[in-house]
């Protein structure tokens, strides 16, 4: 990196470690020695892309092939950005230090609509045309995954194409593609109708889309060969899948500064507000063996001293005791702490809090998302206050003091009664600590309530939903903080700004293209943090371009509507999701999956990629 353009900003900015890469664990290949370079970017800052497992996996995933060298990209910060527009330095990736316009494939990971400003600004940051029909060269190769691009419509203009679904099956499919369309000198074009044929990939320039008189879709038709519904990809065997065996170990702390191990993809429960637990369905468990092979394979190689495990719903995983038995073997005398986020009130068995009681670093955390049975049966939680109670006590007997509770503002059907029950819950909590007979002596409880605004997403029972207008958000949050009396309870409340126009791209379509770059030219960046949010440029970019963000966030979708992400396949049907809506206004639960099959549909998705990779093939 010896000369390189960037070097002289570094000792100019907070936190130059964000920006120098030769971390331990980084990928150095010889350039003239690759067929392929990929960039892979994260449209955040450095601490907290370094702290998200996708980028590790398929980081991993394409430097395991000899023909390709792949790097990492962040968003700069505003300190950054403002140096290097000043001086003229194009964006680099960390390992190599070279101008990321050099690169063939440039891969953005989409984990947050709020993130999208920061898209166009690391391709205007490199130095290439924000959309793609400027960009004529078969590279580089603007490609977009992660949960996000199961609605890319906002997006749409600016990408040659989109991975739904898994990577790590098709990203390799699509750069051997790549090599061999390089190799044979052919143009863009043939390229994207080649790779419109690969199971799990878009291409929006073959998509066309016209509007009905009201501003709703009348159609989305495939032309040129692509197929009129694409298809998410899925790895059916994760024991059989890639998973790497060592980390960058960055130079600096990130939000999650410690090994991760992955115990399952998808979630057995069914919340019906929950996009995560339906995009990833059909549930996959690794074998305990395979989980503490890796698990032991990463500690050994990065030296952390924690590991966390990672799934939707960690409490579900099958074989949890005996999985924590084998990890705390060698664990323990290494002195690795191993943490057990994502537990449900309704199920932590009790040798699993014993176990926990031992370290008792932080907090124990739980998600009731809504303050009343009625409500939490709407959404289908599946939790009952006496569960959580029951949990709670046994921790209060076991020394916790600490406990954090999740809801959610602005469900459907929620009265002013379900905002007043969850101060009504934490109270409960609250009390049950003090009447709690085995509670720590001489010492109190803390009980901290964090509230996010409802944001309805694609591929739920609730992407029909209109949200609440930022002026009966206000109005609830008014009401909550008003109820809360306890000083024993911490209450936050999550920016209502910021929900309404990530609700607004979730379910948006190619329309808000234009006023996504009109609002990054007006300055936008890094719009999910309150302190870089401007209401005010959003407002006017909306405004310029006659567009109202409550078509999009506070009109209620009809069943029969056409919605910008129906020629997506992600193997949920719209029966299923259109019964379980109905069920919510009954507030009628459904049971999880391994009490009884629901019929969403996703079975279909690995069984299909799994007689395909019985038959030989890779693609699916």
């Known amino acids: 990196m010896t000369g390189k353009p960037h ?25 003239a020695a690759v067929a392929l370079r990929y960039a892979f970017c994260f449209p955040d800052t450095y601490e907290i892309g370094m702290s998200h497992l996708g980028m590790k996996i398929l980081y991993g995933l394409a430097n395991a092939r000899e023909d390709c060298w792949c790097e990492r990209v962040f968003a700069p910060w505003i300190d950054m950005e403002a140096l290097m ?77 989109f991975l739904p679904g898994e990577g790590e099956e098709v990203s390799g499919e699509l750069l051997d593609l790549l090599k061999a369309h390089k190799a044979a000198g052919t143009d863009k074009r043939s390229f994207l109708r080649a790779a419109a044929q690969l199971p799990g990939v878009y291409v929006p320039a073959l998509y066309d889309v016209t509007y009905q008189p009201d501003g709703t879709l009348a159609a989305v038709t495939s032309r040129d060969g692509a197929p009129p519904r694409v298809r998410k990809r899925v790895v059916a065997d994760l024991d059989g899948s890639y998973f790497p065996d060592n980390f960058v170990v960055p130079f600096l702390e990130t939000v999650h500064d410690r090994a991760v191990a992955e115990l399952f ?18 549930i996959r468990e690794k074998s305990a063996g395979t989980v503490n092979r890796q698990s032991r394979a990463l500690c050994d190689a990065t030296g952390y001293e924690e590991l966390s495990l990672c799934s939707l719903s960690t409490s579900d995983y ?54 009343t049975q009625r409500l939490r049966d709407v959404i289908n939680k599946n939790i009952t206050e006496e ?48 009447h709690h007979p085995a509670k720590p002596k001489g010492k109190g409880v803390q009980v901290s309530v964090s509230t996010a605004c409802f944001v309805p997403k694609p591929f739920t029972p609730f992407q029909w939903e209109p949200m609440d207008t930022k002026e009966r958000l206000a109005e609830k949050q008014a009401l909550l903080r008003g109820t809360v009396r306890s000083r024993k309870i911490s209450l936050s409340c999550h920016h209502a700004d910021i929900s309404l126009l990530e609700g607004a791209f979730a379910r948006g379509d190619r329309r808000l293209a234009d006023v996504l770059e009109d609002a990054w030219r007006a300055g936008c960046r890094f719009d999910g943090w309150d302190d870089q949010l401007r209401l005010d440029l959003w407002e006017a970019a909306f405004a310029a371009r006659e567009i109202d963000p409550c078509f ?21 049907s719209k029966r299923f999701l259109r019964r379980e809506a109905e069920k919510a206004y009954a507030a009628a639960v459904t049971p999880s999956c391994r009490e009884r099959c629901a ?9 299909c990629e799994a007689k395909a990779g019985s038959a030989g093939s890779s693609s699916g």
């Open 318 to 371: 099958a074989d949890l005791i005996p999985l924590l038995e084998g990890l705390l073997a060698w664990a323990d005398p290494q002195r690795v702490n191993v943490s057990v986020p994502s537990l449900r009130a309704d199920n932590v068995p009790p040798a699993l809090l014993e176990r926990l009681a031992k370290e008792r670093r932080s907090g124990l955390t739980f998600a009731p998302e809504a303050g």
């Open 552 to 572: 999009y966030t506070a009109r209620r979708r009809t069943f029969d509507e056409l919605l910008p992400w129906d020629h997506m396949d992600y193997g949920i």
């Open 387 to 434: 569960q959580v109670l029951s949990t709670v006590c046994r921790a209060f007997a076991g020394g916790w003091t600490a406990v954090k509770l999740y809801f959610m503002i602005g469900l459907p059907t929620e009265t002013e009664d379900d905002v007043r029950g969850i101060a009504a819950l934490a109270q409960t909590v609250v009390d049950a600590f003090y």
């Open 7 to 31: 070097e002289p900003l570094l000792a100019l900015v907070q936190k130059p470690g964000r920006y120098t890469g030769g971390e331990l664990g980084s990928a150095q290949k010889d350039p």
């Open 85 to 161: 527009r000043e001086r003229g330095v194009p964006l680099w990736a960390l390992e190599s230090g070279d101008p990321v316009a050099a690169f063939d494939v440039i891969g953005f990971t989409l984990q947050y609509e709020m993130s999208y400003t920061n898209v166009l600004n690391m391709l205007d940051l490199a130095g290439l045309p924000l959309r793609a029909a400027d960009r004529t060269g078969l590279t580089p190769l603007v490609i977009g995954g992660g949960p996000c691009a199961c609605n890319p419509e906002p997006l749409a203009p600016f990408f040659d194409l």
């Open 599 to 607: 019929g969403c549909g996703a079975e279909r998705l690995s069984l």
């Open 265 to 282: 993809r998808g979630c057995v429960r069914g919340c019906r507000f929950c996009q995560a637990g339906f995009l990833y369905r059909p």
